[in-house]
């Protein structure tokens, strides 16, 4: 009998710690079935979707739990099968305060999950301003139309430029 379950995670990286989380895994007869694994400077965040033998998912468990420099939780995957699609926007516009937060009230009020985003703010100094640029991974009910949410976050200011990718 199989076991599937997320284990999410965050604290200090090291070189291996992937590779030793991956090994322990396939050692007790599990595997990946889905990772998001992100870096910051010298951090990592992951959340992983697994499947091990119920025999085993508790070795599993007590090897990541053991990472000192981790902190690490559990949970049961739950079987969804809600229709959905997925899609990516690139959005720019020059930066503002709460631009995350408006985006994100869009999403939220329209029913789309953010799966991930990739943003960054770039200072422009010949004005001494700076531009917000993003990448969405966003997962939207099957009847949801990715070019009127567009126009939706295009609407927060003139200079927002929504691009589906």
């Known amino acids: 009998m199989k076991s599937v379950f997320i284990a999410a995670f965050v604290g200090i990286s090291s070189p291996d710690l992937i590779k030793r989380l991956a090994s322990v895994t396939h050692e007790e007869g599990g595997k990946w079935l889905v990772s ?10 992951a959340v992983i979707k697994i499947e091990v033998p119920t025999s085993r998912k508790k070795a599993v468990q007590d090897y990541f739990s053991s990472q000192d420099d981790l902190i690490v939780t559990f949970s049961d995957a739950l079987e969804t099968i809600v229709e959905h699609q997925h899609t990516r926007l690139k959005v720019d516009a020059e930066d503002r305060a709460g631009i995350v937060n408006d985006i994100s009230n ?18 422009v100094p010949a004005n001494g301003s700076s531009v917000f640029t993003a990448t969405l991974s966003l997962k939207l009910p099957i009847s949801a139309n990715i070019n009127d949410l567009a126009a939706e976050i295009e609407a927060l200011s ?8």
């Open 106 to 123: 869009i999403l939220q009020k329209e029913s789309i999950e953010l799966i991930d985003m990739d943003s960054h703010r770039i200072g």
């Open 36 to 45: 998001k694994v992100h870096y910051l400077d010298a951090h990592i965040s």
């Open 158 to 165: 003139e200079d927002m430029v929504v691009t589906v990718i």
